[in-house]
């Protein structure tokens, strides 16, 4: 049997995993299930790269990995086997045969990240595990004006939980998106690469900014301290999908 590299595109509901992340603690994570599934297949060890870890609760439609497999199978066959013994909330999409170089996380050029509100106090029963409920009036103007200053390279070192480390906090975002359709208020975040938790801390300061708690001025404020207590506050994970990962 050949080694052979390949690329999946896999969706998951997040709802019930502490995350992407493999942990001694627990095999309930995207990644365990996936490694315990491909291993019992090739009949020894298989490790998974994915493109980046994605929190508990955090749902994809678009998350890519790759694992190096001992197997005669074919791509659709693998395919085949996979969705026929994953939990159904796991599923893969996509899978194809690509060269022994191409790694997942390093080889990503950017990724685009959905995060949905819903703006009203009344509950929206088959929305809920996919967005967060936020009864206050948002102003929606005044959060598009504050996602002008955000766009752009800065050092986000203000919007990560991650402790300081040398590692750089600088990241390009390409754009945010904000579209309201009737009480669900959905933000777009593309960009060439997100830091520990900053997604949901840019949302969280959003929010600020579309109840009036602050101005979208103050943004320019928040990047320039480089200090997470200036930012908004880390919103719920449920509200946060990973789209795409583009190569």
Same mark, same amino acid.
């Given at each position: 049997?050949?080694?052979?590299?390949?690329?999946?595109?896999?969706?998951?509901?997040?709802?019930?995993?502490?995350?992407?992340?493999?942990?001694?603690?627990?095999?309930?994570?995207?990644?365990?299930?996936?490694?315990? +599934?491909?291993?019992?297949?090739?009949?020894?060890?298989?490790?998974?790269?994915?493109?980046?870890?994605?929190?508990?609760?955090? $749902?994809?439609?678009?998350?890519?990995?790759?694992? $190096?497999?001992?197997?005669?199978?074919?791509?659709?066959?693998?395919?085949?086997?996979?969705?026929?013994?994953?939990?159904?909330?796991?599923?893969?999409? !996509?899978?194809?045969?690509?060269?022994?170089?191409?790694?997942?996380?390093?080889?990503?050029?950017g990724k685009t990240y959905r995060y949905q509100v819903i703006n009203s106090r009344i509950p929206h029963v088959f929305e809920r595990r996919y967005a967060y409920v936020f009864p206050e009036?948002?102003?929606? !103007?005044?959060?598009?004006?504050?996602?002008?200053?955000?766009?752009?390279?800065?050092?986000?070192?203000?919007?990560?939980?991650?402790?300081?480390?040398?590692?750089?906090?600088?990241?390009?975002?390409?754009?945010?998106?904000?579209e309201k359709s009737g009480d669900m208020i959905t933000f777009t975040f593309t960009g060439d690469g997100?830091?520990? $938790?900053?997604?949901?801390?840019?949302?969280?300061?959003? +929010?600020?900014?579309?109840?009036?708690?602050?101005?979208?001025?103050?943004? !320019?404020?928040?990047?320039?301290?480089?200090?997470?207590?200036?930012?908004?506050?880390?919103?719920?994970?449920?509200?946060?999908?990973?789209?795409?990962?583009?190569?």
């Amino acid at each position: 049997m050949k080694n052979r590299n390949f690329k999946m595109v896999l969706q998951y509901e997040g709802t019930r995993y502490q995350g992407w992340q493999k942990q001694e603690s627990t095999d309930n994570t995207i990644q365990g299930k996936i490694e315990k +599934l491909l291993s019992k297949m090739c009949g020894e060890t298989v490790e998974i790269q994915g493109s980046g870890r994605t929190d508990a609760g955090v $749902h994809a439609l678009g998350q890519v990995m790759n694992a $190096h497999l001992n197997t005669d199978l074919s791509a659709e066959e693998i395919m085949e086997y996979m969705n026929r013994y994953l939990p159904e909330d796991i599923g893969v999409v !996509e899978i194809c045969e690509v060269s022994d170089r191409f790694h997942s996380r390093l080889n990503a050029k950017g990724k685009t990240y959905r995060y949905q509100v819903i703006n009203s106090r009344i509950p929206h029963v088959f929305e809920r595990r996919y967005a967060y409920v936020f009864p206050e009036k948002l102003d929606v !103007e005044k959060m598009r004006k504050a996602a002008e200053i955000l766009c752009g390279t800065h050092d986000f070192a203000a919007f990560t939980s991650a402790k300081k480390s040398k590692k750089s906090t600088v990241r390009t975002i390409e754009s945010i998106i904000i579209e309201k359709s009737g009480d669900m208020i959905t933000f777009t975040f593309t960009g060439d690469g997100f830091l520990f $938790h900053m997604v949901r801390i840019l949302m969280g300061t959003l +929010l600020l900014v579309g109840t009036c708690a602050t101005i979208p001025e103050d943004v !320019e404020k928040i990047l320039s301290s480089k200090n997470r207590s200036e930012a908004g506050p880390l919103v719920p994970a449920h509200g946060l999908t990973l789209v795409e990962v583009r190569y």
